[in-house]
Structures are given as structure tokens and as C-alpha cells.
């Protein structure tokens, strides 16, 4: 891929991984935007709170494509799925029909067992949430294994918080 | 299942597979039950449009039950999946949250090839909409197969309209 | 309603709030049960996460009418919405399309401006996940409002944990 | 908006609505793309079938822009929101798990009571299915209204079939 460049920096996709433009920003963290869709808000008026950890996935397989692996491949050629174990989600202020949301992401954890995600959404630079999954890795049998060399050293040395 | 007696007739499932109540109502029809869900509603005070399909297919599915075997086992056992071919949505007055959806089910038409569903739904006699999606017998590779016997003959003749 | 009393005890949701069974269970807490959907799988052939708090929802919903309110009445009667500020869940084992997922809710803090809630979600006695979430009251204008009395007292006090 | 010109003519939007890049194509056709979610699949390896009437949706709004008004706008400032009254959609062969889907948007049919439009969408040059979607115009009360002229006039006139 053209956009990446082997350890990921200062990147920034702006709406879909074909279409990247790479903007000098927070290093080692990734940019995504998704629009909010008419059937991601409720009757509040506002985005369920569901839809946030859908696109904390959209910005997660974009930040595993902008570092070199997609993970569809990895599915399909490796077996290897990257299973959720735990999210948490904060909810700052309502994010809207309509709205460009912002998604920064960032590893803040991997091994060959685990992986975790950081991420913070923004709409027009007010904070909507922040997000923070971790993940392990799953063979077709949905039984843990521990990642190939050649997907751990895609990903960055975390950050230190 | 007890609540199943070869031939479909009659039979109305009150919010649950497993929870059957049987109503004498319309011949070879099946009722489900759904309730709306926060999650399926939009800004717009109402049901999002898409979410009707959803409960089309919960529909279908208890129907399949309902007249003798669980589309799961179909799935994992034989290797036959149920595509949709096709669907088709009338959305005559708007469904809420909380609303107790009553979907009524039937099969048009069923060959070795093809399955047709008509749908009704009613909230408190009101009708809300009604649906049709019409669905081919897929293997396992998603290429056509030929339903097998067990499974035909499972179907009612199809109502004529 | 029939189903409640006052205070919750022991009571247990088979299916749908008005068909509602009670079960001698645990003190306090709420049982529900969704079924899965073939909607709410992804290809890794099992519930995709975010559906988690979908059914989080359905459980808080079933929880605040056992205890003596309808939320829907609460919304369009008192403008007062009871809005996610954080969530969070831990995926301990898969659910499957069909199965019947057991959810058991308890509140575990509540005051005139927050409630929190506890999830434990079982499929035939395994569990699959725990979920906690976190909510402050807020009137039409999403605007944090204080919860009146009448809705306050039919909480119970919250478990110790 | 810079991009748009009155009258629609050969535009197509790649992913956004801000991004919008102008390709020559179908006459007064609208190109949108998106990428298929995670969340969007099913356990059959397929992106789940209620999703196409949610890209139905994204494909609209932006055609709505694309021709010089904002939905989320008409819905704020004048209270008209554009109800589905039917929706019709064929499956044509399987959308997966980060697959580009392209739409192309038509207005078919427009009056001051309703519009219809017409959907195509594939996936690298293959048809993955077609749809079609019939809308009422309605005031916040959810009864139907004239459409005014400032949003009539943005429509083209519907090609013939």
C-alpha cells in the first residue's frame, strides 16, 4: 500500500482506506472519519450507544490496513480472528445525524496473545466519546493462538500512557 | 416440539420459540411477536425502515420452527442455507418503541429451489406493514442446491390468494 | 402491573414483558431472555459485539417496567430520557444464532442524577458475558435533569457488591 | 456547495459527502460508495440483508446533497422528513466484509407528494443487487405535506425507463 509506510505515522485516512490522505498529526495513531448514518441515531435524536463500538471496528480494521496487513486476509488466508474480549466506552456529549465524526486510534498494547485499541471521537473538535477495546486472537476453532511474527511486527511499540 | 404438529395450522407463537402459545387465528399462518427495541428506532420517533427485514427473518425463522425443524441445525447439519432472493417492504403507519409487533407469516410458494413469505404486521389491530421476501436453497460454497425431502415436506401447500 | 410489587424481588422476565413468569432467583435482580438473530451474527459465526448492549437495553427496559415504570411513559410523559454515559462489557464465551440468552440485571447505584446497571448474560447456565452500564437522567433538551420521587423511590436500594 | 450545480448531472461522490469527486458517468445518476462493515455481515460470510436498505439510505442522503440540500436540514429548519413508504430490493450475488460497494442513485419519479428512487450497487463492476424506495413527505406531526418548491425544483426531472 502506498499510504503506509511500515511503522505507522501520523496518519490520517479521510473516509475510506483507498482514499487516504495522510495529515502530520498524533504520532503512531490513525485518523478515520464516518458520517453519521440516519439509522445510527434513535429517538433521542442522537446516535444509539451501540453504534460507537461499530465504529470503533470501522477505525480499528482502518488502523490495521494503514499499518500493512488487511484484515480480511488475515481471516482468510491465516485463520486468524481478532476476537473482542472487552470494551468500554465513554459517552462525553451526543454525536448527531449527519455529523462527521472524527476516530483516533491507537495501539496502547500488543503481544502475540492480546491486543488493545484506544480510541477518541470528535465532531468539529468537541470530544463525543472515547472508546478503548482489547482483543486476543482466535484460530478458526474460535481457540486462542498467538499471532505470526509477520502481523506482530506491523504494529508500532506502544505507546507509553 | 410439542407445539408443532407436522402440518402448520393455526398456530401463533406469543414472543418466543420456546414460549408458544397456540391461537386458533388464520389457517397455515404463524404469529411471532416482537417488541420494539430502543436500538430500532431513529430520530424520527419511529421504526427505522430496515429493522422491518429483521423481523421478517425472526418471523421466518419461528415459522420454520414452528412447523418442525430449526433452521440452525438445517445450517450446521446439511450445509443449506436460506438466501434471500429478494424482499419487498409496504410501510403503512409507523411502529414504536415499546410497541408489541404482531407478525404474521406465511409461505406462497415453496419448490425444491425457492421459498416465498408473505408478512403482516400489526400493532393493536393497526396494521403497520407488510412484507414479502422470496429466498433460494444455497450450500455451503453459496451456489444453489435442491432442498432435500425432510425439508419439503415440512412446508404446507402453499395457500392460493 | 401484575408481574411487580413495589420492590423488585425475585422476579425473572421469560420472554418479554408481558408474558412475564417469576422466578425465585437472585434477590433484586431482573431476569431476561433475548433469542439471537441471524442479524446479530457476523462472520466469525458468532454475535457480533456491539449487540451486546443492544440486548443490555432490552434488559434495562424490562428492568424499569418490572420495578413500576414504563420507560416509553417516563419519556413522552415527563420529557425525561435516560441517556448512556459509559459502557462496558467483558465477552467471556460466544453466543449463537438460536440460542436463548439469559440476561440478569441488577441496579447497583442509583441517585436523583446517575443509575448504574450490572449485566450477566448466560446460554444454558454458561456464561458468555458481564456488562455494566452507567446513565444520567436528562430532560428534552439533553440537558441533566434531577430524577423526581416518584420515579427515584421504586428503585431499590442498590446490592452491595 | 462547490460541488454540486444545480441541475445533477454526471456526478459521483467517493465516499463523503465533503469529498465529493466528480466523475462523468450515468446522466443525473449519483455515485456513493461504501465499505462494507464487519457489523454488517452475517454468520452465512455475507453481509446480512437488512444492510442494504441502510446503504439505500447513505445513497440517498448524499444524492439529497448532491443536488443542493441537506436532509438534516430540511428536517431542522422546515420540519419535512422523508418517510419510506416502500422498499423493494433484489440480491443479486454476495457483498463481503470490506468489499467497495458502488451505488448509483436515481430519482425515478418525483412529485410534491413523493419521490422514488432507484438504486444499483456493485462491487468491482459485479451487480450485487438493485433496489428501489417510494417516500412520502411528512411534517413533524407524521402527516403528509406539499414538498415546497425551494426542494422540488432541486430535483431533476426523472428519467424516462
Redesign the interface.
Known amino acids: 500500500m502506498a499510504e503506509t509506510n511500515g511503522s505507522l505515522t501520523d496518519c490520517a485516512c ?6 487516504l490522505k495522510f495529515v502530520e498529526s498524533h504520532r503512531k495513531s490513525h485518523r478515520s ?1 464516518v ?1 453519521v ?3 445510527e ?6 446516535v ?4 460507537y ?2 465504529w470503533m ?2 477505525a480499528r ?1 482502518e488502523y490495521c490496513q494503514a499499518i500493512g496487513f ?3 486476509e488475515m ?1 482468510i488466508e491465516d485463520g486468524i ?1 481478532l ?9 462525553v456529549s ?1 454525536a ?3 455529523d ?1 465524526v472524527l476516530i483516533q486510534t491507537r495501539v496502547t498494547d500488543v503481544s502475540r496473545r492480546f491486543v488493545s485499541f484506544d480510541y477518541e471521537m470528535s465532531v468539529d473538535g468537541r470530544r463525543v466519546s472515547t472508546g478503548r477495546t482489547r482483543h486476543i486472537f482466535l484460530g478458526r476453532d ?1 481457540r486462542p493462538v498467538r499471532l505470526p511474527d509477520k502481523y506482530l511486527d506491523l504494529f508500532p511499540a506502544p505507546e507509553r500512557e
Chains 1, 2, 3, 4 share one sequence.
Do not use: K, W
Open positions: 479521510i473516509h475510506g482506506r483507498y482514499n472519519i458520517r448514518r440516519y439509522a441515531t434513535d429517538q433521542m435524536g442522537v444509539y450507544y451501540a453504534n463500538l461499530v471496528e470501522v480494521v488487511r484484515y480480511r481471516e480472528f476476537a473482542v474480549a472487552e470494551s468500554h466506552c465513554r459517552y451526543p448527531r445525524f449527519d462527521e474460535l
